[in-house]
């Protein structure tokens, strides 16, 4: 690549290997880079190791020679290691998870061929099979580690990036439903691309449909996934469909092939539509947004709007501390209040049409006893999934009078 500006990146950070492109201006579509100049291999493993008592590192392919030959130590799952959550060791050291993918990360971004690529990157977007509370910090710590900001990081799931990928292709391939069969060896999960034209934007969902276990026999797998199609398929118009990952092969789609063909349909097998999407989702985020006329409702969307009931310069008003419509791990809430002759707090829950109305009680004990109004506290809200969101408070005291205690709760309100 000869980009040495306004560099658009896609990484896909999987269960087991990785993978790397950025956006060519010229052509309009994302680039996949490979780990062999000259060869096909755009994968490379989630390994990373380091020389004991050293700091030389390696990753990916390199690692295997380096710990044969050189005796370094290494971590085989770096993945596995930021979903778990907490420390790593290795060489004799604890290391955080986060440090540890930042490095990853970094070295693979030397892929691109450029001096500095936090400096040239624009827009990187991290795409991950599943966003749980862990990945996400352990992300974000990667990211800071690199010197990335917030405006130019980001990360989204495999949905997400199905969604980004689908639509940035000809319009013909998706006019109708899409598609998405995911291999993992015998595994085979389905899903599909649905949008309602009869809203403004558009709503684009990913509709989670069956996961089977293919037969390891040619003949019967050739069978199991035949039924997959039919089950999930079934009389539907679609206009592509996709299948991805390792465990699809046409030497025993004998059936399958001709049944995924059937009514015109446009079929696409390959590695590498996790990270484009990431690299179109970047583009979307940092430069001229090409789906603006569609609204991406994933399943990692917060439909809650969270909120209080106060008295603003003495007007009673509604604050919003979190609105709906933001993925989970985007949703955060920060204020700080008084309290006026109560020793709770009370928050307004409601719906993304703001219909349905509900309350929610967080009783704070222990508490220290003071006038009205002579109690602040810190709130900090942040969701733990689409489904939960964790409240944090802290009292602030109120100047030399009614100095902090010290004190802090934390509860979780399910929606």
């Given at each position: 690549?000869?980009?040495?500006?306004?560099?658009?990146?896609?990484?896909?950070l999987?269960?087991?290997?990785?993978?790397?492109?950025?956006?060519?201006?010229?052509?309009?579509?994302a680039?996949?880079?490979?780990m062999?100049?000259?060869?096909?291999?755009?994968?490379?493993?989630n390994c990373?190791?380091?020389r004991?008592?050293?700091d030389?590192?390696h990753?990916?392919?390199?690692?295997?020679?380096?710990?044969?030959?050189?005796?370094?130590?290494?971590?085989?799952?770096?993945?596995r290691?930021?979903?778990?959550?907490?420390t790593?060791s290795?060489?004799?050291?604890e290391?955080?998870?986060?440090?540890?993918?930042?490095?990853?990360?970094g070295?693979?971004?030397?892929?691109?061929?450029?001096?500095?690529?936090?400096k040239?990157?624009?827009g990187?977007?991290?795409?991950?099979?599943?966003?749980?509370?862990?990945?996400?910090?352990?992300?974000r710590?990667?990211?800071?580690?690199?010197?990335?900001?917030?405006?130019?990081?980001?990360?989204?799931s495999?949905?997400?990036?199905?969604?980004?990928?689908t639509l940035?292709?000809r319009?013909?391939?998706?006019?109708?439903q899409?598609?998405?069969?995911?291999?993992?060896?015998?595994q085979?999960?389905?899903?599909?691309l649905?949008?309602?034209?009869?809203?403004?934007?558009?709503?684009?969902r990913?509709?989670?449909?069956r996961?089977?276990?293919l037969?390891?026999e040619?003949?019967r797998r050739?069978?199991?996934?035949?039924?997959?199609?039919?089950d999930s398929?079934?009389?539907?118009?679609?206009?592509?469909?996709?299948?991805?990952g390792?465990?699809?092969?046409?030497?025993?789609?004998?059936?399958?092939?001709?049944l995924?063909?059937?009514?015109?349909?446009?079929?696409?097998?390959?590695?590498?539509?996790?990270?484009?999407?990431?690299?179109?989702?970047?583009?979307?985020?940092?430069?001229?947004r090409?789906?603006?006329?569609?609204?991406?409702?994933?399943?990692?969307?917060?439909?809650?709007?969270?909120g209080?009931?106060?008295?603003?310069?003495?007007?009673p008003?509604?604050y919003?501390?979190?609105?709906?419509?933001?993925n989970?791990?985007?949703a955060?809430?920060?204020?700080?209040?008084?309290?006026?002759?109560?020793?709770?707090?009370?928050?307004?829950?409601?719906?993304?049409?703001?219909k349905?109305?509900?309350?929610?009680?967080?009783?704070?004990p222990?508490?220290?006893?003071?006038?009205?109004?002579?109690?602040?506290?810190h709130?900090?809200?942040?969701?733990?999934?689409?489904k939960r969101?964790?409240v944090?408070?802290?009292?602030?005291?109120?100047?030399?009078?009614?100095?902090?205690?010290?004190?802090?709760?934390?509860?979780?309100?399910?929606?």
């Open positions: 690549m000869n980009e040495v500006r306004n560099i658009i990146v896609g990484f896909e999987g269960e087991k290997a990785s993978q790397l492109c950025y956006y060519d201006r010229r052509t309009g579509d680039v996949s880079l490979s062999k100049v000259g060869t096909g291999q755009y994968a490379f493993p990373i190791s380091k004991p008592g050293e030389e590192w990753f990916g392919l390199e690692v295997e020679y380096f710990v044969e030959k050189q005796n370094e130590v290494y971590l085989d799952n770096i993945y290691a930021c979903a778990d959550g907490g790593v290795l060489d004799a050291e290391w955080d998870a986060g440090e540890l993918l930042g490095r990853f990360i070295y693979a971004l030397r892929i691109l061929g450029v001096p500095d690529p936090v040239s990157i624009s990187l977007m991290i795409t991950v099979p599943a966003l749980t509370r862990p990945l996400v910090e352990n992300v710590k990667a990211c800071a580690y690199l010197g990335f900001s917030r405006n130019r990081c980001f990360l989204q495999y949905e997400e990036s199905f969604y980004y990928h940035y292709q319009p013909e391939l998706w006019s109708r899409v598609a998405l069969f995911r291999f993992d060896g015998d085979v999960s389905y899903s599909q649905e949008m309602d034209h009869k809203t403004r934007p558009v709503q684009v990913v509709v989670r449909g996961q089977v276990k037969s390891s040619p003949g050739d069978l199991d996934f035949c039924q997959l199609i039919q398929m079934g009389t539907q118009i679609f206009s592509s469909v996709y299948l991805v390792e465990g699809f092969d046409r030497d025993w789609a004998v059936r399958s092939v001709p995924l063909c059937r009514n015109q349909r446009h079929v696409f097998y390959g590695s590498n539509l996790f990270v484009k999407g990431a690299c179109f989702g970047a583009r979307e985020k940092v430069e001229d090409n789906l603006k006329g569609y609204l991406y409702c994933g399943n990692d969307l917060v439909r809650k709007n969270v209080m009931d106060m008295l603003i310069s003495g007007s008003a509604y919003s501390l979190i609105g709906a419509g933001v989970w791990y985007e955060v809430g920060d204020c700080e209040i008084l309290l006026d002759g109560t020793r709770e707090l009370v928050f307004t829950v409601s719906d993304m049409e703001g349905r109305k509900e309350k929610y009680s967080m009783q704070l222990g508490l220290p006893e003071r006038p009205p109004k002579a109690t602040r506290l709130l900090h809200l942040e969701f733990e999934s689409d969101c964790r944090h408070v802290k009292d602030l005291g109120l100047g030399e009078m009614y100095p902090a205690s010290g004190m802090e709760w934390e509860e979780t309100m399910p929606f």
